[in-house]
């Protein structure tokens, strides 16, 4: 088996104005597709954030991968690290999202291999990654503050004819009632059992009403998670920390880097999840030096690919690390990936992020992809267990151009409503 | 595809009378061979270090693996651990080779699985595991002092009708001569390009003195290794260390423990291995913390199988410690097993230890493995690459029954030579 061809799409999907650290969501979201073809004529896929500079490199990754075997990953591997050269931890940024080159790259191509892999074997990707150890993944409601619109052509406009969560989501979220109002939404409309705000955005002690709001309304057995995306000082975090014990399951990234993460963790009894201070392997020392975290976010698309998460995995094992799941607003490709990986690793014991409810395009057959009481019931499907929908492609690659959109910028989409915002990486 | 029988066949294989820490080889050494089969008709094959406890248990275990599939290894995994418990680091015990009796179980049915894996999607193992970072695996000669004598029912006789390696592997080994024409035997007869000392043995610096006319006879660039098995002391291993600075490619396992290992480490100009220290996830905190090693010597019978391995490899990656490959007594499923996994692995840069030119019986039809120049060169066949030979597994196992060993106990052997013989987990 070897690859003939290799087809790299960006798409812009349809995105709502969700507010973070960083600013505020364009009206669309941009992620390129990735189809690699074999010389069997089938087809593997991948998904990863969008970028101009991600799809070159991508188009130039190309030319290592032609006439390779989609089961050689080491040596594909080596030779995307020999065209592209090693990345450092230093690159990922100070944003929400992480911007390393590298690792959006061969997680792109390598889930696409795992896909090709399983179609040529007549397995589901997780049996080539140890097999179920469950066979539903759990999702968490991923809440956002927002102002109303439903984004794309519509913008901060909405959609009189929507309905159930398709007018929900269109909804401001701005406080603690709006907050409450959409997780209750959320929930009943995909079955979430666990609930995450991504915080950040309003000051401290609103965002710490906003999950005893939550607490208040789904009781004391629902996990909720609180996310400032690390903007917070130490002091913050301490002190925000102490009025959630008892609320949070984890507390994610309320301030930056390994040590403060470290000292909030010793000052605050609750368990310290991140995304964003240990994010790759050469973070993992750090980590455990600092004690910088109780659970560590996976992320294949930033850790380096499937085989990389559960390896990470292992190591949060060995060194006593909880294992949850971070996301970025994305399709069914990489929401298949990540359910895969997530049913192949005992130890991700956590609901896992996902921004799947915000958005409403597809670029797999049969359009969306369902939540089954908040789970994703594994496929036993060969590979991810998902077609490509070419014609839904080509209209998601239209709306890329159309857009405009070269880049996540969240800064200044932000500043078109606060004029001279600018982004602060510690803000309160 | 469902397993459908599993035969479990304890064998003995002669060996001659080698010399070690903990006394002496015995005439024969022990495996279990196991074949998983499945409804398919087709077998998988996984080898063990043998003992009635680890045949008994492989028995037990048998229960939990009808019917499963072999691809799932995680529902394998957690049934058998489900049975049998999970097991501490401490079971490791202080003889120069792993007790532990779970690992040991794992390793073989999960090799197995990966034999049937590769047989039913037409791939070797290596392809399983992120395929080929090399074709061709890098073993070392592994020396030992030793005895006059060829084992088995020869026990401290000889055939004389032997010849080349055969006749050479006879010859005792006591001293810095007869260690270097067992050197230049063996590394003519398969072309190895590095050298281990099994120590431990003789007096510290006359097993030093074995490596210095080791380094006289093959020249600087030949890597050169000693391996001590724990039983000196901080300061002994200081001592001879600093006589080896210069000589030694990495020093193995001079003293017992991790803090000892640390202390040894810094004093010393010399890469530290282990095979004894850091021999389980649960070890690998305190190797960081410690520093008890800058490589670690993996085995797949002892980590809990290839995954595991593999994972293993990556902890190494992000923690800066070399890989090497630590071996016992073994037949080829072993060896195929081993050479699969570290063809897998790109940085495991270290010629591999094995013991198979100690061996001269085989389970696999063809008979003795080769290696070329040194290496085994990976098969592209499917699976481990090798089949069962059922009449030479039966005659192995006839002579595990006529043999009457029932586990590995080289203080017992030790004791019909040295009448009163004890081990000392720090002799020198």
């Known amino acids: 088996m070897k690859i003939t061809d290799v087809h790299i799409t960006p798409i812009a999907i349809t995105d709502p104005p969700l507010l973070n650290a960083a600013g505020l969501h364009a009206p669309y979201a941009l992620r390129t597709i990735i189809e690699i073809v074999t010389d069997d004529n089938i087809y593997g896929l991948g998904e990863v954030p969008g970028s ?48 390393r080159r590298i690792v959006h790259v061969y997680s792109a191509i390598e889930v696409a291999c795992f ?40 913008g901060f406009g909405t959609d009189p004819n929507a309905t159930g969560w398709a007018a929900a989501r269109q909804k401001a979220a701005l406080d603690p009632a709006g907050v409450v109002a959409q997780a209750k939404a959320m929930c009943d409309a995909f079955g979430f059992k666990s609930i995450k705000l991504k915080g950040g ?35 913050t975090s301490i002190r925000i920390g102490k009025r959630l014990e008892g609320v949070l399951e984890y ?31 050469a973070n993992i020392p750090g980590s455990i030096q600092h004690h910088s975290e109780d659970i560590i976010l996976s992320d294949h698309h930033f850790w380096g690919g499937l085989r990389a998460s559960v390896e990470l995995a292992r190591i949060c094992r060995t060194f006593g690390r909880g294992l ?18 997530a049913a192949a690793i005992p130890n991700l014991t956590y609901a896992c992020d996902t921004h799947y409810p915000w958005q409403s395009e597809e670029v797999v057959k049969g359009g969306r992809l369902q939540f089954d009481d908040g789970a994703v019931v594994i496929s036993n499907e060969p590979g991810l267990g998902i077609e490509l929908d070419r014609d839904a492609l080509a209209k998601l690659h239209q709306q890329y151009i159309a857009c405009g959109l070269t880049e996540r910028n969240d800064a200044i989409e932000m500043q078109k409503v606060v004029p001279g915002w600018k982004f602060e990486a510690t803000r309160w």
Request: charged fraction near 20%.
């Open 201 to 235: 955005v309003m000051p401290p002690d609103e965002e710490a009403d906003a999950m005893m709001a939550l607490q208040e309304a789904f009781g004391p057995d629902t996990p909720l998670r609180l996310d400032p995306n690390a903007i917070w000082s130490v002091e």
């Open 251 to 281: 507390y994610e990234d309320p301030t930056r880097g390994q040590e403060n993460m470290g000292a909030v963790g010793r000052a605050v009894n609750i368990p310290l999840a991140t995304n964003m201070c240990t994010t790759s392997f």
């Open 324 to 341: 949850s799941m971070h996301s970025n607003s994305h399709v069914g490709i990489s929401l298949a990936a990540m359910a895969h990986l």
């Open 52 to 99: 101009v500079a991600t799809t070159k490199a991508l188009e130039e990754a190309r030319a290592v991968l032609i006439g390779k075997d989609p089961f050689q990953l080491n040596a594909i591997q080596a030779g995307l690290h020999e065209h592209f050269g090693e990345e450092g931890a230093a690159a990922r940024g100070d944003t929400p999202w992480d911007q």
């Open 115 to 154: 896909d090709l892999m399983g179609k040529a074997v007549g397995r589901p990707v997780v049996d080539l990654l140890g097999g179920q150890a469950r066979d539903r993944v759990d999702f968490s409601a991923y809440l956002f503050y927002k102002h109303e619109g439903a984004g794309g052509t519509l």
